[in-house]
């Protein structure tokens, strides 16, 4: 294909929708307080949000109000397996207004955003590596998956929650970074010195990924063009330690270093709650800095 053919095409079939994977080998890491603000945040800003559970703990399911799975409710686990469509699997998120009972009738449903849930009682949840490497090297399972779902239903954003780890799980989430579609790895770090070291490795896997062959020729090239400084220090909060990583983050990554989430207890109740921090406690300092957030990645008010 020539290089021009090749530019018309990218247009042509540029995906509707945007890809944000918020990935880092570090437990613990705000991944998934980070996903599920800002796909809240953005539902509500009225852009349609589809988020991805990656992670076998199942967190932003649980966030997202999913925890629940109903007797045959297909999970992302399934899609793996290639026994469930990812389209067939999607749901629409929730937060928790009722502190007892598991019936629908204790969820509150929050308008444009849904996610593909991840079911903690699903047998093969823990084998999920296992499956994707055993589907004969079947990494565009999720890129198919998204594609295929494209065609029957708008969605503006993809927020992916991966775990703490860059196995096939994750790689299947950073091959959909290609010339067609937009977006970008985020990062998200506490303000200590185990992810801003983790910062480096990251940056490592992506070029290993981007000079692959097979990627290359598919125009795969996951970039990491941004990075979340959360739980950062404020006047009340913040050893020595915090305040020294913040300053380096900021002289390390300045001009791609967004807005930052201080920290605040009330970030800490999304999974007690099973509700995510922009309706938790819509007025809070976290809740005002993902709407920043949202706002330098490109979603304004509208
Ligand atoms: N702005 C904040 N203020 C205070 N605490 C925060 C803030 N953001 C996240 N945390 C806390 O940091 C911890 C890690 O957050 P989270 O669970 O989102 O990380 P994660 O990267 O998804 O973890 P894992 O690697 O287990 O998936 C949690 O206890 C969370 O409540
Ligand atoms: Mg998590």
């Known amino acids: 294909m020539t290089s021009t053919l090749a530019k018309t095409r990218a247009q042509n079939v540029r995906r509707a929708y945007k890809v944000f994977i918020f990935a880092l080998k570090a437990g613990g890491t705000a991944k998934t307080s980070t996903t599920t603000a800002l796909a809240v945040q953005l539902g509500l800003r009225g852009y349609r949000v589809l988020v991805i ?17 109903k007797p045959g409710q297909k999970s992302l686990t399934d899609v793996m397996a290639d026994k469930a469509q990812l389209k067939d699997i999607i749901v629409q998120a929730r937060y928790r207004t009722d502190p007892d009972g598991d019936s629908d009738d204790s969820f509150t449903e929050i308008p444009n955003v849904w996610i593909a849930p991840g079911d903690l009682d699903h047998p093969d949840i823990d084998d999920a590596e296992r499956i994707l490497n055993a589907e004969d090297g079947n990494v565009f399972w999720l890129k198919d998956g998204l594609d295929d779902l494209a065609e029957e239903f708008d969605v503006d954003v993809v927020l992916i929650d991966p775990p703490a ?3 096939r799980l994750t ?3 950073l091959v959909l970074l290609d010339e067609e579609t937009e977006g970008a ?3 998200p770090v506490l303000c200590t010195y185990k992810e801003a070291d983790a910062l480096v490795r990251l ?16 125009g795969i090239r996951p970039q990491m ?10 006047a009340s909060f913040g050893t020595e330690e915090h305040w020294e990583t ?3 983050l900021k002289e390390e990554y300045g001009d791609i270093l967004l807005p930052p989430v201080h920290w ?3 970030a800490t109740k999304i999974y007690r709650n099973e509700c995510a921090v922009p309706i938790l406690s819509p007025n809070s300092r976290p809740s005002q800095d993902y709407a920043k957030v949202a706002t330098a990645l490109g979603f304004p008010q509208r």
């Not at 703990?57 to 799975?69: E, I, K, S």
């Open 53 to 69: 559970d990656l992670d076998p703990q199942c967190n932003a399911t649980r966030v997202l109000g999913r925890r629940v799975f």
């Open 165 to 167: 780890t860059y196995g």
């Open 171 to 173: 790689v299947t989430a």
């Open 185 to 187: 790895v985020i990062p």
């Open 203 to 218: 940056e490592k896997k992506l070029k290993e990924i981007s000079e692959r062959r097979m990627y290359q020729r598919r």
């Open 225 to 234: 063009k941004y990075v979340m400084a959360c739980a950062a220090p404020t």
């Open 246 to 248: 913040f300053n380096e």
């Open 264 to 266: 605040s207890g009330v």
